[in-house]
């Protein structure tokens, strides 16, 4: 149970940095998003390695976390094309 609860509180960490990520972005801050996704699925493996009964709420909290990245993906700007 108690790795269950730290694995929530590690997501709704994550979900806050990306909300603060995503207003520096549409601020027009740059931001190295490197290890994100290694972050993500460290938390992925903690929730599945969880006990089962707390895999509902974590199945929520990651598709909240799912939503953060959606909208963190929306705010990054298009890359320009290359010059030819």
């Known amino acids: ?9 590690a997501i709704a960490a994550m979900e806050e940095n ?3 990520a995503t207003a520096m972005i549409a601020g027009g801050e740059a931001l190295d998003l490197a ?3 290694a972050e993500i699925g460290r ?6 390695a969880a006990p089962d009964t707390m895999k509902p709420a974590l199945r929520r909290a990651l598709q909240g976390l799912l939503g953060r990245l959606d909208g963190l993906q929306k705010a990054l700007p298009v ?6």
């Open 1 to 9: 149970m108690q790795q269950g609860l730290a694995v929530l509180s």
């Open 18 to 20: 990306l909300v603060q």
């Open 35 to 37: 290890g994100l996704d």
């Open 43 to 48: 938390l992925c493996s903690a929730a599945q």
């Open 79 to 84: 890359p320009m094309a290359p010059p030819a």
